[in-house]
């Protein structure tokens, strides 16, 4: 069964400090993992996109990391901001016919950048 | 350019009664995606529609859900006799295609049924 875990659950911060994410996925094969930024009560955004060759992608102050081998991503924010604060959603999605090409969603985490 | 439209963004019904969603997808874009978002849990894949034709429904309930997208109009995601369960945020995604990986997220619409 496909799979996306997400850690920690939740996260709390101080404005200007780094953090990481991470993902660990199950799905196989694997096409493609998706970065989501969701704040409360929108639809999610991309925030990045990686495919089986790319291991690392950066967008502004995001830079995703994917080690394809251990099936593990990470997100790094650098130097925090207040509208950081929102949930981190990890999405995985996967190859036909062995893998599903519909994307399997984490749950989330949860970030709170306190000033 | 617009982006992902749906409404209406806040939805209540009594147990019982109909509910209908509606997603416009951005201009251009040819494939929608329907989601839902239980409170504390991930989105959860329902069904992904191109114009006139329904690909994928095997998220989707097989009883009181349906999904169309017809030629013209919004996507429309109907919910039949809804129960308490319903109650969900429901997003509509869309890309231009198939091949696309990149989604585009609607708002959602908050479902709330008494």
């Known amino acids: 069964k496909n799979q996306v875990e997400q850690s920690p659950q939740s996260l709390i911060i101080l404005e200007g400090k780094n953090c990481t994410l991470q993902?660990?996925?199950?799905?196989?094969?694997?096409?493609?993992l998706r970065w989501y930024k969701q704040d409360t009560g929108r639809g999610p955004v991309s925030l990045t996109i990686?495919?089986?060759?790319?291991n690392t992608k950066s967008n502004g102050r995001y830079t995703a990391t994917l080690d394809a081998d251990t099936k593990q991503s990470s997100l790094h924010i650098t130097a925090s901001q207040l509208s950081d604060s929102a949930s981190y959603i990890c999405v995985v999605s996967g190859v036909p016919p062995g893998g599903s090409y519909i994307p399997t969603f984490g749950r989330g985490t949860s970030l709170i950048v306190h000033p | 350019n617009a982006g992902v439209m749906q409404n209406p963004r806040h939805l209540v019904r009594r147990r019982g009664q109909e509910a209908r969603l509606r997603c416009s997808p951005m201009?251009?874009?040819?494939?929608v995606y329907w989601y839902r978002q239980l409170p504390e849990e991930g989105l959860k894949f329902m069904v992904y529609?191109?114009?006139?034709?329904?690909?994928?429904e095997s998220g989707m309930p097989k009883e009181r859900f349906s999904a169309e997208f017809p030629k013209e109009g919004p996507s429309i995601l109907r919910i039949q006799q809804v129960v308490r369960g319903d109650s969900a945020a429901y997003f509509c995604?869309?890309?231009?295609?198939?091949?696309?990986?990149?989604?585009?997220f609607g708002p959602g619409t908050r479902l709330t049924v008494l």
């Open positions: 995604a869309s890309s231009p295609s198939r091949l696309d990986v990149t989604q585009y």
């Open positions: 201009k251009g874009h040819s494939h």
């Open positions: 993902c660990n996925y199950t799905v196989s094969p694997f096409s493609n």
């Open positions: 529609l191109q114009k006139e034709n329904i690909i994928d």
């Open positions: 990686m495919t089986f060759s790319e």
